[in-house]
């Protein structure tokens, strides 16, 4: 089931700097405004806007900025954010899938090619790397909020596939379908979410030395350095070893 939260574990290692900061929060705040565009600004009615508030918060992100985004919804009304699917292979043939939201279709699609092509990999079409990957519901939990065996009695009470827990959080995978139901019961009993959303999780892993590692994430780093894209997700395995090498 792991796997999916090595390339997160790298961004959240990596994610630390200042520089890097503004770019998340502005991630974070396009998220916010188009749930709040396509929904209730009441995160309590809008499922997709408490998730995006959810995560801000985990990253620290002012009040008063998730209020700014939430805000805007309403001021630029002719401001309209699409939703956008790529795929395509990176170095050493890892499957990528980017979900986008962007203004412009052209400008997005032309840099994200731009950048395949600088690493040697390719922007395929529609289908030709999500057949590797299964979308599920993703729920991440300090484990400060709850016991392993409390956590594993309320994720089969509410209805998750599976639960993992690590050295810092507890994950809880959610059959896409009924990720919105399963996470409404979870949130009766857990106040702090450290996020919740739908994400893409790699079929089968590829893992390779260390030298090809670092030349893939700094391909990874580079698509999410992008500001129209709004998450990456790739099959690549990287051992925790490694991880802590190529992070410090």
């Known amino acids: 089931m792991a796997g999916h939260s ?30 709040a565009k396509l929904g209730s600004k009441d995160p309590g009615m809008n499922p997709r806007l408490r998730s995006a508030i959810q995560t801000a918060r985990t990253a620290n992100m002012p009040k008063d900025n998730i209020e700014r985004a939430i805000n805007k919804s309403e001021v630029n009304k002719n401001l309209n954010y699409n939703s956008l699917l790529y795929e395509g292979f990176g170095p050493e043939k ?5 979900e986008a939201l962007t203004d412009n279709k052209n400008r997005t699609v032309s840099n994200i090619r731009t950048i395949f092509q600088k690493f040697g990999g390719n922007l395929g079409e529609s289908g ?11 729920i991440r939990i300090d484990k400060k909020e709850i016991s392993n ?5 309320l994720a089969i009470n509410a209805g998750a596939s599976d639960c993992v827990s690590n050295k810092t959080y507890h994950e809880l995978l959610i059959e896409k379908d009924n990720f919105y139901e399963v996470k409404l019961k979870i949130e009766e009993k857990i106040s702090k979410i450290i996020s919740s959303n739908v994400v893409w999780l790699p079929l089968n892993k590829i893992t390779l030395d260390e030298e090809k590692t670092k030349s893939v994430l700094n391909f990874l780093e ?22 802590e090498k190529i992070s410090t």
């Open 128 to 138: 030709v790397a999500s057949h590797q990957f299964k979308q599920v519901g993703l």
């Open 222 to 243: 580079t698509l999410e350095e992008n500001e129209d894209v709004q998450h990456v997700y790739a099959n690549l395995e990287v051992d925790n070893n490694l991880l």
């Open 6 to 35: 090595h390339w997160a574990g790298v961004k959240h290692r990596k994610g630390r700097a200042d520089k890097q900061r503004s770019r998340i929060f502005s991630k974070l705040s396009k998220e916010i405004t188009v749930a």
């Open 94 to 98: 890892i499957a990528i899938i980017i």
């Open 149 to 153: 065996n409390d956590i594993l009695e």
